[in-house]
């Protein structure tokens, strides 16, 4: 369903940062874009034919929105019709995009356009609804997980986050969704900012495991060992 650019946690610079995108026409979706994903969107031509992108953020991490001023300043000079913004950011209200664009000189309605939204709150894009709420990741910043209905197929996306809300397991509720795509990684320790495959199992019963797809992949992570367990694990594709 999703594409991804990249699917790695913020130090696995073999998958990239993780981060999914979706074309429909000449418009694209883009969950994220960090510190290596505008890198690879130029080196693998993914903005081809693509008029405009909305740029859905889930927290401030720079392997979340690292080169996101990377991605704006290109659409708006070099990509297309010049001088134009091509980018719409989405963020919930208390996620301080604002202040990362100022200070990487990016002015908004000018360089692109912004959308600041309400969590728990549906929007309708162009071409899908979205759906924003607060995952449990860092203290210092809000992180969000996002539910995206498109073309059909309902989608929960976890943001950065160390748990799993609890329609999401529960057998009845989970059936809502066709794709549950999880920060999932290989590290299991108290602390832990993200979610181990070990207590994603824990978490998840196993007839429900075919919808949900391991992605934040760390260096540690092996699929095969996902996959035994029932998961699925995304892959890059351009
Ligand atoms: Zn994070």
């Known amino acids: 369903m999703l594409k991804f650019i990249g699917s790695g946690s913020a130090f696995n610079t ?7 995108y979706y074309k429909v026409g000449n418009q694209m979706l883009l969950i994220d874009c960090g510190s290596n994903i505008f890198h690879r969107i130029k080196e693998n031509s993914i903005l081809k034919g693509i008029e405009h992108i909305h740029v859905l953020v889930t927290h401030t991490h720079a392997d979340h929105v690292g080169s996101l001023a990377d991605l704006i300043f290109y659409s708006y000079y070099c990509h297309g019709e010049f001088a134009i913004p091509k980018v719409t950011v989405y963020y919930v209200d208390d996620v301080k995009i604002n202040e990362l664009l100022a200070i990487n000189g990016i002015i908004p309605d000018i360089h692109c356009l912004t959308k600041k939204l309400h969590a728990d709150t549906q929007y309708t894009l162009n071409f899908c609804k979205v759906l924003f709420e607060k995952s449990s990741h860092v203290e210092e910043i809000p992180s969000y997980s996002i539910e995206i209905n498109i073309d059909n197929k309902h989608i929960y996306y976890t943001g950065d986050t160390n748990s ?75």
Not at 14 to 20: E, Q, T
């Open 14 to 20: 073999k998958l990239g940062n993780n981060s999914a």
């Open 164 to 238: 799993l809300k609890s329609s999401l397991v529960n057998p009845e509720s989970s059936k809502l969704y066709d794709y549950v795509y999880v920060d999932t990684c290989k590290a299991d320790y108290d602390g832990n900012v993200h979610l181990s495959l070990r207590k994603l199992s824990e978490l998840v019963r196993h007839e429900l495991r075919s919808k949900f797809w391991c992605m934040h992949l760390d260096e540690g992570f092996e699929r095969q060992e996902a996959e035994m367990f029932g998961f699925n694990v995304v892959t890059n594709e351009f």
